[in-house]
RNA sequence: GGGACUGUGGGGUAGCUUGGUCCAUCCUUCGGGGUUCGGGACUCCGAGACGCCAGUUCAAAUCUGGCCAGUCCCA
């Protein structure tokens, strides 16, 4: 019996009861930020990680695995980075009982591990590009209040690193890099805006980043992944260069393409309701949960009944799970919607002689799934779920955005707000005092939904080189 | 970096102001038995806690100090 806090007036106090409810994780391994991966959640981070090697692989990157401890010097190299992340960087600084001559980081994202060795792969025009992917763990020592999934301090952490020839092809990745996020997007069933970040808010050491977001509890804004265009900014430090076609030795360019479980984190709390959690079918550890309801003379056939779907399912390679506990039937229902699983078959007397399933889904609509034709069924009815919740979602993500014509209009505002910028810094952060946030940047690939043409500049009243930019307040 | 606050079974809590009535309350949870089972069952029996270390005191969950863990606010 789990009563949650109201999602509406307590969205975070909602978040955190529901992840410990569900059992997606277990905060209560003494040191901050460091959550333990209970085995519900790691199965959902195992689909989630999926998603990100199939359709990364699929733009013919490669995976690799490189060490978690960089060498301080190797870290200091590039001076942007090393001053973005000086703060929350781990050290090893012993080995046993005697100090290191050489302090070691634990890794907070591993350009600086990866990049010398790049120097060593790439010799020659025909080694490009170099597309490599890992998915490691990286740790950041995080001074705000951390929360599980989505500010944490060993973060569980997708990146891309990629070297190539020239600015151009490097620009050509970041846009690839998008376009396999879309895809990633499409089956976390998270919409997002991608918005190319102001100069002050890029990633340290990036010629330029590009980030997406997604509305989150309504005013709060959460960053859930981001693509960056070094240009020669590391290539120079670290020496990665390449013979031409023409005999000249040139820079890389590179790019990077970073996500992590605040994925996780974030399809709980754009999906989940006042039930609990809501997983799409990618994601959810058992997409279908089969409850028998016990009768007294046909108790046996009914258990042989649901056996026979669990196994038929099983064999059409649904992820399913069929609950046989004591419980009642009503107190299964409710943990399976707090643990947000797509599809629910009860079968009981009635299911059993006519060898039909009542199917529910999370969403609450009711169907049947027929014993002889259950893979097939229960596919269609899990594309149906995936689409219906692609639209709750889609109808929250337009709601979430409003326009604003001016800085007063700033202050207290309960939706992510849609304004005009100049593209001026000193204007930029009179937004972010104005709104108490972050100015997201101007969108990529345009606005959530169609607001003309910008107007003047809300900081400034400038009118030319006006564009469309986002503000909120990132959670 | 500065400030405020909190810590009681697995989870949530009462008790703390004014030390003794507390081998610590209630809900939930967990183990076992029985009756049940189409939306959170009932019942019987049982299990489980004062963050840690010192101090004050005849007596500490309660007061004091340090430590550890966590939360919130400000820069």
């Known amino acids: 019996m789990v009563d949650l806090p109201d999602r509406q007036s307590a969205f975070i106090d909602w978040y955190l009861a529901v992840v410990e409810a569900a059992e997606l994780t277990d905060k209560r391994y003494g040191v901050k930020g460091l959550n333990v991966w209970t085995p519900y959640g790691f199965l959902a981070r195992r689909n989630l990680d999926a998603v990100m090697v199939r359709e990364i692989e699929a733009t013919g990157s490669k995976p690799v695995e490189f060490p978690t401890l960089i060498p301080a010097n190797e870290f200091a190299k590039e001076k ?32 600086t591990a990866i990049y010398p060795v ?27 209040t951390t929360r599980p999934f989505l500010r944490i301090r060993e973060i569980h952490f997708f990146e891309e690193h990629t070297c190539q020839a020239t600015e151009d092809d490097a620009t050509a990745r970041v846009r690839s890099n998008l376009e396999a996020f879309r895809r990633m997007a499409e089956a976390f069933v998270l919409p997002y805006v991608a918005t190319r970040r102001p100069d002050w808010d890029k990633f340290p050491g990036a010629f330029y980043s590009i980030a997406f977001d997604t509305p989150i509890g309504g005013a709060r804004t959460l960053q859930i992944g981001s693509v960056h265009h070094y240009r020669e900014n590391f290539a120079g430090p670290y020496g990665i260069q390449y013979e031409a076609p023409d005999g000249s030795q040139r ?29 799409p079918s990618s994601i959810a550890p058992y997409e279908v ?14 258990l042989r009944a649901a056996e026979e779907v669990d196994e038929a399912l099983r064999r059409a390679g649904r ?56 893979g097939a069924d229960v596919t269609e009815r899990l594309r149906e779920f995936d689409r219906a919740l692609a639209e709750r979602a889609m109808a929250g993500f337009r709601d979430a955005f409003s326009v604003a014509q001016a800085l007063s209009e700033l202050a207290g505002s ?25 100015l997201l940047g101007v969108p990529e690939d345009g606005l959530p939904w169609e ?3 910008p107007g003047p500049c809300v900081a400034c009243g400038e009118t030319q ?11």
Request: hydrophobic share 40%.
């Open 414 to 438: 309960d939706h992510v707000r849609i304004l005009s910028w100049c593209g001026r810094e000193e204007c930029g952060h009179q937004v972010e005092n104005a709104i108490a946030g972050a």
């Open 465 to 475: 080189g006006v564009r469309w930019a986002l503000a909120g307040r990132p959670i």
């Open 80 to 111: 942007e980075h090393i001053k973005g992340f000086d703060a929350e960087v781990y050290w090893v600084t012993k080995g046993g009982v005697s100090d290191l001559d050489v302090p070691l980081v634990l890794r907070p994202t591993s350009e």
């Open 451 to 453: 607001a003309g043409a």
């Open 118 to 144: 790049f120097a060593i792969w790439v010799r020659s025009h025909k080694d490009l590009p170099l597309n490599v992917y890992q998915i490691v763990n990286v740790f950041r020592y995080e001074t705000k």
């Open 289 to 302: 949960v089969i409850v028998p309801i016990p009768h007294a003379e046909a108790g046996p056939a009914i």
């Open 319 to 374: 992820r399913v799970h069929l609950d046989a506990r004591e419980d009642r039937p009503g107190a299964k229902y409710y943990y399976w919607e707090l643990r947000g699983v797509p599809l629910r078959l009860e079968i009981g007397r009635r299911e059993s002689e006519s060898r039909t399933a009542t199917a529910v889904d999370r969403l609450g609509h009711r169907g049947r799934v027929s014993f002889d034709t259950a």
């Open 251 to 279: 820079l890389v360019h590179q790019t990077t393409f970073g996500l992590s479980e605040r994925l996780l984190g974030a399809i709980i709390a754009v999906h989940g309701d006042s039930k609990g959690v809501v997983f």
